[in-house]
């Protein structure tokens, strides 16, 4: 008999739900979507479309895909800045390892430091060190 089967492409992975009929699938739908956004919000990647909307409409022009980097800066931003972990420097292999502590995702490290970069030019973080070596904090007002 065939199976049916409806999948979300996200991010970090496919979630997707399968049934012998199409009235079964259909049935899942809603769960499946409530599913898709639970995991988002713990990973801190999501948001509703009505906060699409208000951060599309804000001064600062959001990044959008679903790069590495991306998801990098989305979970620094969201997640590390302000809670001292920046308090002092902190290598890119740190900032690394703490974003696959709260989100599970092994990400490249260039895609971190790139990410890192970013909010250096926004100046969200300063660095010290050379180039290849260096250290990131948070700075203080």
């Not at 639970?38 to 990044?63: H, M, N």
């Not at 974003?99 to 909010?119: H, M, P």
């Amino acid at each position: 008999m065939p199976r049916f089967r409806v999948q979300l492409n996200k991010p970090y992975g496919v979630i997707s739900v399968e049934a012998e009929s199409v009235e079964e699938v259909t049935a899942s739908l809603n769960k499946l979507i409530e599913l898709s956004n639970i995991v988002d919000r713990s990973l801190g990647i999501a948001s509703s479309a009505a906060e699409q909307r208000a951060a599309s409409q804000g001064k600062s022009r959001r990044r959008r895909g679903s790069s590495e980097a991306v998801l990098a800066l989305d979970t620094i931003e969201r997640q590390i800045l302000g809670t001292g972990f920046f308090s002092i420097p902190r290598s890119t292999s740190e900032v690394r390892q703490k974003i696959y502590e709260l989100t599970g995702l092994r990400l490249q490290s260039r895609k971190v430091s790139q990410a890192l970069g970013i909010l250096y030019e926004s100046k969200k973080i300063m660095r010290v060190g050379s180039r290849g070596n260096y250290r990131w904090f948070e700075k203080h007002a």
